[in-house]
């Protein structure tokens, strides 16, 4: 199996919302009250929007740079506890099957709690961060 193939075959999956409603702990960073849902970590924290783009820009300047920034990076600048998975993933610039990568994310603001569990449950709007470039295992095997 070709390294790209093996890249495509490793990405992680992103927790559901299902899933989200099953995590109600809430990390507070200082650096707003938003309630924020990292999608891909699975994990809870209060920050703002700004706060929240201004480290998704951080990561993107890195790699502009051609540093490999890691999860843990990122999850720092938000000011939320590391894991060990947050310093074993993360992004490779120029590599020979990228161009230039670029971390893509949406962020959509849930408000309605007829729509969604998570509303309903934390009684709030939550923003919800998905990474649409997601982050690899830099120590897997090839």
Same mark, same amino acid.
């Given at each position: 199996?070709?390294?790209?193939?093996?890249?495509? +075959?490793?990405?992680?999956?992103?927790?559901?919302?299902?899933? +989200?409603?099953?995590?109600?702990?809430?990390?507070?960073? %200082?650096? /707003?009250?938003?309630?924020?849902?990292? /999608?891909?970590? %699975?994990?809870?924290?209060?920050?703002?929007?700004?706060?929240?783009?201004? %480290?998704?820009?951080? !990561?993107?300047?890195?790699?502009?740079?051609?540093?490999?920034?890691?999860?843990?990076?990122?999850?720092?600048?938000?000011? !939320?506890?590391?894991? @060990?998975?947050?310093?074993?993933? %993360?992004?490779?610039?120029?590599?020979?099957?990228? @161009?230039?990568?670029?971390?893509?994310?949406?962020?959509?603001?849930?408000?309605? &709690?007829?729509?969604?569990? !998570?509303?309903?449950?934390?009684?709030?709007?939550?923003?919800?961060?998905?990474?649409?470039?997601? &982050?690899?295992?830099?120590?897997?095997?090839?």
């Amino acid at each position: 199996m070709s390294h790209y193939a093996k890249l495509v +075959a490793i990405k992680a999956k992103t927790p559901s919302e299902h899933e +989200a409603y099953k995590r109600p702990t809430v990390e507070y960073t %200082g650096h /707003g009250d938003l309630l924020c849902y990292d /999608g891909y970590c %699975g994990r809870y924290f209060r920050a703002s929007e700004e706060w929240v783009r201004q %480290g998704l820009d951080r !990561i993107n300047e890195d790699l502009k740079n051609e540093e490999y920034p890691h999860l843990e990076v990122l999850h720092s600048y938000w000011g !939320i506890e590391c894991s @060990e998975f947050d310093f074993k993933w %993360g992004w490779c610039p120029n590599d020979e099957y990228f @161009e230039e990568l670029k971390i893509l994310y949406e962020l959509e603001l849930l408000t309605d &709690p007829k729509k969604s569990p !998570i509303v309903a449950k934390m009684k709030e709007p939550v923003l919800w961060i998905t990474l649409t470039t997601e &982050p690899i295992d830099y120590y897997m095997e090839i």
